[in-house]
């Protein structure tokens, strides 16, 4: 009997006996565990047809036009018009800046235009004169040079004159800091009593309607890209969405360190959507060729991976599946589906891998 063991032998028959019963509890609870219940789910066949040939390519949103904007003028700001994220008409005013100096130099000018005018009309008159008094003989040939020397700097004065009173009239209207393009501001330098000189930045003004979408092609490829083609992407921001740009800007050679060729597409962004600076992954159609193709409802987007649901011996198969080109509402697949499989029409949270599937 056990009572006549020794203590360590008392002890390790115990504690065979408690991890014998223990097993005999979890095979019991085991087998009454109910079973998982056979979903019954919709399927559809795989096919396989002619689709569009894509190269995919990696690229990056950038504004159409950006530019640092300077004052082009010198004084102190008396107002701005607009705020970080202001849409800006082009010729639409940003900053104002103190007129009174351009003003006063204006007038000044405008004075000295009007009495160079007096005197080079005064020299014109005289040199008419002294022209049919030289005809005649009644004054010498030096004279008569010495007379139109000072016609020629008068009209000479007078230009500089003019010139500088549009200079000035210049300086009245560059007081008013306006938008070369039409744009959104995507910053605002100065504010309100601050001086600026003519190369001081006052906003940083971008147009992002159209967006350059720019791309690199492989040297390979580079023979597949035209203008006028048709590029879609898609960005991070908005998963799952597709964009449309036109192919534009063709780089004129290739990068002899990268062996590739620089082109842009332009993308519609009218809602304004789309920043600039958004890495944006594109596929460019080069061709056709035969693919698997399903209905876009049997393929789950998650993250940055898109899944099939196989149905293959009574049970579900999870596959995670590269998805190319979408043609009405039917998206082939490059990689992880064959023609001929069955898959879920309409994957819901119960369709998982390893689910027995309802016969």
Known sequence: MIRHLPIALRLAASLLCLAACGERV????????????????????????????????????????????????????????????????????IAQLDTRFSALAATEAKANLAAASEQKKLAERDCERFQRLYRKGTISEQEFERVMSSCKTSAESADAAAARAEEALQMVGDATVRAPFAGLVAERYVSPGEYVRADSRVVH???????RLELTIPEADLAAVKEGQKVDFQVDAFPGESFTGIVRYIGPAV????????????????DRRLKPGLFASAQLVVGSEPLPVVPASALR??????????????????RVVQAGPTVGGEVAVLNGLAPGE??????TEQTADGVAVAQ
């Not at 003004?205 to 967006?211: E, G, K, T």
């Open 26 to 93: 979890a095979e019991g609870e085991a087998a009454n565990a109910p079973k998982a219940t056979p979903i019954h789910v919709e399927t559809v066949a795989v096919t396989e047809r002619q689709m569009p040939k894509t190269v995919l390519l990696a690229g990056s949103l950038k504004a159409f036009e950006e530019s640092d904007l300077a004052a082009n003028a010198n004084g102190r700001v008396l107002r701005t018009m607009v705020e970080r994220g202001s849409l800006v008409a082009k010729g639409g005013s």
């Open 205 to 211: 003004l971008v147009q992002i309607d159209p967006l």
């Open 255 to 270: 990068r002899a360190t990268t062996r590739d060729l620089v082109f842009e597409a332009l993308v519609p962004n009218a």
């Open 301 to 318: 987007h998650d993250g940055e991976s898109w899944r099939a649901f196989v149905v293959e011996g009574g049970q579900i198969e999870e």
């Open 342 to 347: 069955r898959l879920v029409t309409h994957p």
